[in-house]
């Protein structure tokens, strides 16, 4: 990792899960999908390979173990708060490969439960309550950038 790289959040983000079955595993978490056979069948996933990505979403409390049998004891995989927080992440992901890669339309439309009708994902500024475009947003040190010299 290098210098710039030890402040940046995308960087630290992409080591938890910056890699495809990571990141389709979240997907069908979030669809509901829960159990570590559901889980395979539905990605097509060798077991090693699932059972990595699920530890290493455990380790960094992404995901839980909850138990839904007692004999013998079988658990389900359910996201934490840290976990759900990547919701808007992935509907981002989710709607650039639409607009990008999906030529004959979107093959899944997500739409809020209580209306039926299709949600969107832009940034907005929390002051004045505007929809913001990538050409409208700057960056600045935040404050996490300076890292303790030990100097007082």
């Known amino acids: 990792m290098g210098p710039n790289e030890e402040r940046c959040s995308i960087a630290a983000t992409l080591d938890v899960v910056g890699d495809r079955w990571t990141l389709l595993i979240l997907r069908d978490l979030f669809r509901g ?3 570590f056979s559901e889980l395979q069948s539905d990605l097509g ?11 290493r979403l455990l ?3 992404v995901v839980e173990k909850v138990p839904y049998q007692q ?3 079988r658990c389900e995989y359910r996201l934490t708060r840290k976990g759900a927080d990547l919701s808007a992440s992935l509907i981002s992901l989710m709607a650039w490969g639409d607009r990008w890669y999906a030529d004959a339309g ?10 039926g009708n299709p949600i969107e994902r832009q940034p907005r500024c929390p002051h004045c309550d ?3 475009g990538p050409g409208h ?3 600045r040190p935040g404050p996490g950038s300076l890292a303790p010299t030990g100097d007082v």
């Open 33 to 35: 999908v829960r159990r």
């Open 45 to 55: 996933i060798a077991r090693n390979l699932l059972t990595d990505r699920l530890n």
């Open 59 to 61: 380790d960094h409390g």
């Open 71 to 73: 004999r013998p004891l």
């Open 106 to 115: 979107a093959p899944v439309e997500l739409i809020h439960d209580r209306c």
């Open 130 to 132: 505007e929809a913001v």
């Open 137 to 139: 947003i700057r960056s």
